[in-house]
């Protein structure tokens, strides 16, 4: 079974340009979640979507930061524009279920640097 | 918000040896599980706890949901090299039609052939 897939896995911006991130979940998972992991972190969670509507975003910077979810299966990330402190890996997962949270397959990742 | 807590940072063990981390919140949750990450990867999980108390074994992996429900530990026996890496523990508290990971901050194992 093929994993979680994220492309790019590195990217390098300038601060005030945009990025976007693009993440394709386990074919068949309902659930699909960004996290931001800054170094010597834990991932923490940025947004949740069941299929293709937004389930939690209470941590997501939303004057900078979007996602969508077009046709509940692919997801992009986007930052416009971005700052020196969102330097961090952008990680993508999936879960086959609608509530649980605790299966979750995490994608490599995007490292972003921002200079 | 909520918070766990796993020290030290990192820990250095020769090959062979045990090790157990301890993972500590001051919330309660439903469930928790532990991760390990590779360098260049994303978290993979290694055991999920569901009910307090339980005691769960993966190979040499044992963990332990505590009876609080505010705790839980890893231990890892007979290390061998591949098992370098960041082990990370999470906590799952269900909101009603939701739920949400906490993840704490890791502990970089480093093993000493």
């Known amino acids: 079974e093929a994993g979680v897939a994220q492309s790019p896995r590195y990217k390098i911006i300038e601060k005030r340009q945009s990025v976007a991130f693009w993440c394709n979940p386990i074919?068949?998972?309902?659930?699909l979640y960004w996290y931001q992991q800054i170094l010597g972190q834990g991932p923490k969670l940025l947004i949740q979507?069941?299929?293709?509507?937004?389930?939690?975003d209470s941590q997501l910077p939303k004057d900078r930061f979007s996602a969508e979810r077009l046709k509940g299966v692919d997801s992009t990330l986007k930052i416009q524009p971005a700052k020196l402190e969102d330097s961090a890996v952008y990680l993508c997962?999936?879960?086959?279920?609608?509530?649980?949270?605790?299966?979750?397959?995490f994608g490599p990742g995007t490292r972003l640097t921002v200079t | 918000g909520q918070q766990l807590n796993q020290s030290p940072q990192s820990m250095f063990i020769q090959e062979g040896e045990d090790v157990s981390m301890n993972c500590t919140s001051s919330?309660?949750?439903?469930?928790w599980l532990w991760y390990k990450q590779d360098p260049g990867e994303g978290p993979v999980l290694l055991i999920a706890?569901?009910?307090?108390?339980e005691l769960t074994s993966n190979g040499r992996l044992t963990a332990q949901f505590g009876i609080t429900r505010k705790d839980s530990f890893l231990n890892i026996s007979a290390s061998i090299p591949s098992d370098v890496g960041i082990y990370f523990c999470?906590?799952?508290?269900?909101?009603?039609?939701?739920?949400?990971?906490?993840f704490g901050k890791g502990i970089t194992l480093s093993v000493r052939p």
């Open positions: 979507f069941q299929n293709n509507g937004v389930v939690d």
């Open positions: 706890l569901y009910k307090a108390g």
């Open positions: 997962a999936s879960s086959p279920y609608s509530r649980g949270a605790y299966e979750q397959y």
């Open positions: 074919s068949g998972h309902a659930t």
């Open positions: 999470a906590g799952q508290l269900w909101t009603g039609a939701n739920s949400k990971l906490t």
């Open positions: 919330s309660i949750f439903n469930t």
